[in-house]
């Protein structure tokens, strides 16, 4: 019987093992792009995964945004940049003042003209007590006021309390919403921003002001997730099938068209489709079958990227692009653990990665390393830190050097710290993606080789983050870092208040001399002190070695030949809305 | 007969509040707070003060119900507090219990929570001139290990602290509330029970059940979430389970009347050849092989998978219409993949009953093999065969997973493993009732079915 | 025992599937051998040492600068397939056997009560039950304080074992003071066991794996071997169950069992010696089919990543990341092909015995 077997799948086999063929494709209408997983909402203020956000920035727009290619703030939605003008007299003064006017052309789906109101209305909405918005409700913190202009609707001032270097950007890249539209009964429009914002008065109305409660229920609601969304971006979403795709249809006579040169204006495809498929293999299969458009592979291992790019059958098919979209990789350790509280052990971990090796294994040399805590490509960066080697005798050397040694012979470094023997046994944490198990493979390898035996634990990254990383109950984990081409902030990063609950600082990394940089960096409006704190802080961290600093990966990406796209270092890293036909 | 409905039915409800009490136990004893991660802070840089966040954290607790007693009643050693529950964060509710369990105290542990939320507010304040003793209280508070409290508590004492901020006294306080705490572990004790009424987290789920919640993900309710996942679950798994009922009883029929013939061999090796190949790997294999022309154009006989944009605003009839043909692939999986089990059982019965006294009887009647098979060894068969039917009608709700994550397509398994995964709770529990009830009644129907089937069973199954 | 072996031996297929499981095993024991941790043995690479260079997806006998062979190519971090696939066919075993004794422990003890005693053996009155509820739950509570433990940080530890033996002491305790109170003066009534047993079979019949699994993960929180097989073995008990009570109620009806019954053996006696032995046989064959069916849930679970880590070898894990990039075939075919062998060699020797049982 088994023999039979053997032979029945022998010719399921050969079955299975033949020739390919091409096939053109001719529809040119539209642009499918491949989306990895399903948003869960198509509402700017309420979303937060960059699944969500790749697919909204076409259908809602902000006042300002980043050039694709230079990377500079740009308008969008209003006449120029706006700049900070400090109030010195009236309730708002110690405040900054931002005058702004939006571009005479700016009308919504009903015709009406966008106005200060919209703006207004949006800023309210952020801060409304039944809206989820935490993120954008801090990011907005500092925001306390817009001023109407009398006579020109078009025109306003929004205020902020205090010289925090980020409220210009977080200003500007606040979607805008109609409030005809969002607001129809007006729920919003006899209380003015200023007192929203003061203290308990937001939560004692929504307390007792049903009306004014079921705003942020009925802006929540399904209605304004997945079926009529209205924004004042070049498309319009015209179908939503849960889990198959989402189409997004070219608004008639867009406004947009009058400013040529503003990226996010374009609307060159009819439609585009975002198919949602999950799983990887079943995406490449599609992409040989001419179905998709646009497919990022970065997920997948980079030989699926170069087969395509060498395949004879897909020359002339597909143009593949690799553009850096400020994103990187660190192995975050628990700097308040006893054992990692020793700097010898946090540095002797970091020459025992052996990252040039990783870089290949994993990304095929599509990466490249960075020494600190700020993607490369931006100008605070500090170049001058030299990379570390992958040295494991270094790496015994400095474990030997701090007392770190085998005392009870089980192949396990060990210490004894205030009259506790610690072993160097650490808990690496690790998501069940392929980038995680095969970094935190390679560093367990090499470790033990060096004394330190390395638990790796797969699990979701939710629980892991609320079960240990949040709470302290970790080793290692490996973290990936996106950044906006904003400058950074590490503060919440890295700053020793931002330990605990509500921080970011999972590292819990605490040093004064950098939290003094930190917070300079925060308050300081002279550019040239700021990156000079920027690359002192670089340093500090770099020899305060706190985590071990991996690489910043390209997208891997693969267009259809069909067109001339807009390739960009804002993520998503492309701009379809801009695409052009060859 | 009506005796036998009325006892199912009588046992669903019993069915079902176990099935989502076990539910409720599962998801208290997973480790993790999911108002935290509830509150999705990733990937945005926010910039919240500790009390900003805790009053979110608050919100987002009362929001799902987070700070209530967890039972209509519980239970506790006679040295607990009755109201640990409406200690917020999980994590500092986890420490005073670990406190409390360390100690054998819990005056003294209360007292050391309250001067330490109050100077931690005070420090708030005066955070500037504080400096790093604002982070060691920060870290108190994320800290059940005595040790490592006292050391903090050393070294408050230790620190000169500017007697102008008013927090010296609230720091001493701190300093001898700290050092009233002694490991003193109480091994005997008593249980006390509270009953907290209505007011807990499980009836507030019933609550939700019976109303008709929303996804916490999206905000839908979670009757249309489940329906759109349903019709297309529903439809792929009714054609697999009719293409496999009625090929599996054919097969089995035949391969019984040329029973150790070369072609009854045969089947059954290809049968368990797509049984012993894990499914996973069967689908791949499909959609990598025939919806594609990349192994020769003869291979590419099914469309590619996921591609249903097409059908416009169209009833869900024309859209399936439309859509049929992309279930053809992931239906051939389902169904070869099932047949090795289907047709062994029902194989085994209808040998068994071809050798039972009654058939050869009817042999010997002079009927010939095939119509002894029909009329009497068939019927008598069937019983495996409702069984093995109607067991599958509950996994005609759940789809199967594997399939759908390859087909893509969004289906219950899909929706279940999401909304588990999300902690997506209201849409999971509502599945989950779903499933119980569909479970009871499948095994109704099978009772049915059986006393139709088998007059003489009907006594047996009612004293069931 | 000695007859199921020569059932086994004599069929073709089953002496073809059963050589094979025990090669298998052979190579699971000797898995530190064949390809040790540290490298160099038969085959020179160890499970989870990358190699050195770019080396992830390296196909069958390319050689190592260092001169070391990859017999079945690499994976997708530069690992030797050869040296997974061997470290991993003890997994699938340990995995496949271990978490079906699992279920078959909890079948033997819920076959015995409802299809041996059945509804109509334990009776108890009123005073009884109420006593050995609060005794339960007296116990349930005290087991469950006393073997709370604090970790070095702090932080509460629920320790199992101490846990499980005051549970069972408190079980022994139960029936000790329950014993001593049967009073005639109560009326005594019938606890159905069979009916219980077969309503809490339906009752997790009604729960949905998916969720069942997942659960138990998060409460694991995380997915080693040993949780993987505790996962599985829960799944697998109402099936084996049900087969354990038809098999032990068709024995009881049987003459010798009845026999022995009248000439006083005690029940332990006659569990022992006739029912246990006689429904050896088909169970033999449900352990054969479960083993089997256990072997693709991990894999499965392997593909839904919430499987075994990738540091752990197992076929299924080595199977399911060759979907990343199906070029590298090596790494499909081969686990594919061992899962798929050992799946039958168990379904061979499961059908063999079944066959044989029925012809006699």
Known sequence: ?582 | ?464 | MNRLWKVIWSGHSSRAAIMFILLLVLVGLCSEVIAPHGGGGLIPFGPNEISEGTSSFLPPGTTEASGRIHYLGTDQIGRDVAARIVHGSGTVLQIGIFSTLISFLIAVLLGILSGYFGDRFLKVNLLQLVAAVITMWLGWFYARHWSLMIDDSGVIKLNTWRFLALLSAAMSITYLVTRRMQMTSLRRFFVPLDFFVLKFIEVFKAIPALFFILAMLSIFSRPSKTNVIIIIGILGWPLMTRLLRAEIMNIKQSNFVKAAKVIGLSDFRILMAHVLPGALSPLVVAFAFSVSASILVESTLSFLNIGLPQNEPSWGNVLSAARQYLAAWWMAVVPGMLIFVTVLAFNAIGDRINGTLRNN
Request: net charge neutral; with cysteine.
């Open chain 2, 1 to 464: 007969m009506r005796q036998l409905v009325l006892n199912r039915l009588l046992f669903l409800v019993p069915t079902i509040f176990i099935i989502l009490c076990v539910a409720f136990m599962l998801q208290q004893a997973a480790p993790g707070d999911e108002v935290l991660s509830n509150l999705r802070l990733d990937g945005i840089n926010v910039n919240l003060s500790q009390s900003e966040y805790k009053e979110a954290y608050q919100r987002q607790a009362t929001l799902m119900n987070r700070d209530l007693p967890p039972f209509y009643w519980s239970v506790r050693p006679h040295y607990f507090p009755d109201s640990l529950y409406r200690i917020i964060p999980k994590s500092y509710r986890q420490n005073l219990k670990s406190l409390t369990l360390q100690t054998g105290d819990w005056q003294r542990v209360s007292r050391y929570h309250e001067t330490l939320q109050k100077a931690i507010n005070t420090g708030a304040q005066h955070k500037d001139s504080l400096g790093a003793i604002y982070v060691q209280l920060l870290k108190l508070e994320q800290s059940s290990d005595i040790q490592v409290i006292r050391n903090i508590g050393n070294r408050l004492s230790n620190r000169s602290v500017p007697s102008s901020t008013g927090t010296s006294d609230t720091l001493g306080q701190l300093k001898a509330a700290i050092d009233e705490l002694r490991v003193r572990r109480r091994w005997s004790t008593y249980p006390v029970v509270s009953w907290n009424g209505a007011r807990c987290q499980f009836h507030g789920w019933l609550k939700g059940l019976a109303s008709g919640q929303r996804s916490l993900v999206d905000g839908a309710p979670v009757r249309m979430k489940i329906l759109a996942a349903l019709k297309w679950t529903l439809t792929l798994s009714l054609i697999t389970l009719i293409v496999a009922g009625a090929l599996g009883l054919a097969v089995a029929y035949y391969q019984t009347k040329n029973h150790n013939s070369w072609s009854d061999r045969v089947s059954s090796v290809i049968f368990y050849l797509f049984y012993a190949v894990p499914l996973f790997w069967l689908a791949t294999m499909a959609v990598v092989f025939f919806t594609t022309d990349e192994y020769g154009s003869w291979t590419n006989l099914f469309p590619s998978v996921g591609l249903m944009y097409y059908t416009g605003e169209q009833p869900f009839l024309v859209q399936l219409i439309e859509n049929i043909k992309q279930l053809i692939l992931p239906v051939i999986c389902l169904v070869l993949h099932s047949m090795a089990y289907l047709t062994r059982q029902v194989k085994t019965s209808l040998l068994q009953a071809s050798n039972a006294f009654y058939t050869l009887v009817a042999r010997s009647k002079g009927l010939n093999k095939g119509q002894v098979l029909r009329r009497h060894a068939l019927p008598n068969a069937l019983l495996p065969y409702i069984t093995i039917m109607t067991a599958a009608l509950p996994a005609t709700f759940t789809g199967s997973l594997v399939i759908e994550v390859i087909f893509n397509i969004p289906g219950m398994g899909k929706l279940m493993f999401d909304s588990i995964r999300n902690l997506d709770w209201p849409v999971t529990f509502s599945i989950l009732v779903l499933v119980g009830v569909v479970t009871v009644l499948a095994y109704l129907l099978a009772d049915l079915l059986y006393v139709v089937f088998y007059p003489h069973m009907t006594k047996e199954l009612i004293r069931k």
């Open chain 1, 1 to 582: 019987m088994i023999f039979r077997i053997f032979y029945c799948t022998a010719i399921v086999l050969i079955l299975f093992a033949s020739c390919s063929t091409d096939e053109p494709r001719d529809d040119i209408e539209r642009i499918v792009i491949r989306l990895q997983q399903e948003p869960a909402r198509l509402n700017p203020i309420l979303q937060l995964s960059s699944y969500e956000t790749d697919l909204s920035e076409y259908v809602f727009i902000s006042m300002g945004d980043y050039d694709p290619v230079t990377m500079k703030m740009m308008p969008v939605m209003i006449q120029s940049l706006p700049t900070a003008k400090m109030i010195d007299e009236g309730p708002h003064t110690g405040g900054v003042s931002y005058s702004m006017e939006i571009v005479p052309e700016a009308v919504w789906g009903n015709g009406e003209p966008i106005t200060g109101r919209d703006v207004e209305f949006t800023f309210k909405a952020v801060n409304h007590p039944g809206v989820d918005t935490r993120g954008w409700k801090a990011l907005m913190n500092d925001v306390i006021a817009v001023e109407q202009n009398p006579e020109n609707p078009r025109q306003f001032s929004v205020i902020t309390s205090g010289n925090y270097f980020l409220n210009l950007e977080a200003i500007l890249s606040a979607e805008i919403y109609p409030s005809y539209f969002y607001d129809p009964q007006g729920l919003l429009e006899d209380i003015s921003l200023s007192q929203l914002k003061s203290p308990g008065f937001a939560d004692s109305l929504q307390a007792r002001d049903a009306q004014f409660a079921s705003f942020g229920e009925t802006f929540s609601s399904i209605d304004f997730s997945k079926r009529t969304v209205q924004g004042a971006g070049p498309y319009r979403l015209s179908q939503w099938e849960t889990g198959q795709y989402i189409i997004l249809e070219k608004k008639e006579n867009y406004w947009g068209d009058a400013y040529p040169d503003r990226s996010y204006l374009r609307a060159n495809p009819q439609q585009i489709i975002f198919q949602i498929l999950e799983d990887d293999a079943t995406a490449v299969t599609q992409l040989k079958n001419g179905e998709l458009d646009v497919i990022s592979l970065s997920a997948a291992p980079h030989q699926v990227f170069d087969d395509l790019k060498n395949d004879q059958s897909s020359q002339g098919r597909y143009q593949f692009f690799t553009p850096d979209v400020l994103r990187f990789y660190y192995v975050a350790m628990n700097n308040d653990d006893p054992r990692l509280a020793d700097v010898a052990v946090r540095k002797a971990l970091n020459h025992l990665a052996d990252v040039n090796q990783m870089i290949r294994q994993i990304e095929g040399g599509y990466a490249r390393r960075i020494n600190s805590i700020i993607h490369p490509s931006k100008q605070a960066y500090n170049d001058q830190l030299p990379d570390v080697d992958f040295n494991p005798q270094k790496a015994m050397a400095l474990l030997e050097e701090a007392g770190w040694s085998d005392s009870n012979n089980d192949g396990t470094r060990d210490k004894r710290i205030d009259g506790k023997t610690y072993e160097l046994d650490l808990r690496f944490f690790i998501t069940g993606s392929n980038l995680s198990q095969s970094i935190s493979t390679m560093l367990q390898e090499e470790a033990s080789k060096a004394g330190i035996s390395i638990d790796i634990i797969n699990k979701e990254w939710r629980n892991t983050r609320s079960e240990n990383l949040q709470t302290g109950d970790f080793e290692m984990t490996t973290l990936s870092v996106r950044q906006s081409p904003a400058p950074s902030d590490p503060f919440v990063y890295w700053h020793s208040e931002a330990i605990g609950l509500g921080g970011l600082n999972y590292s819990r990394y605490s040093n004064a001399r950098a939290d003094r940089l930190m917070e300079e960096i925060r308050t300081t409006l002279d550019e040239d002190r700021r990156l000079e704190a920027y690359r002192e802080l670089q340093e500090v961290f770099y020899n305060d070695s706190p985590a071990i600093l991996l690489y910043a990966p390209v997208e891997r990406y693969v267009i259809s030949s069909a067109f001339d796209p807009l390739i960009s270092s804002k993520k998503p890293g492309y701009f379809a809305n801009a695409f052009r036909l060859k």
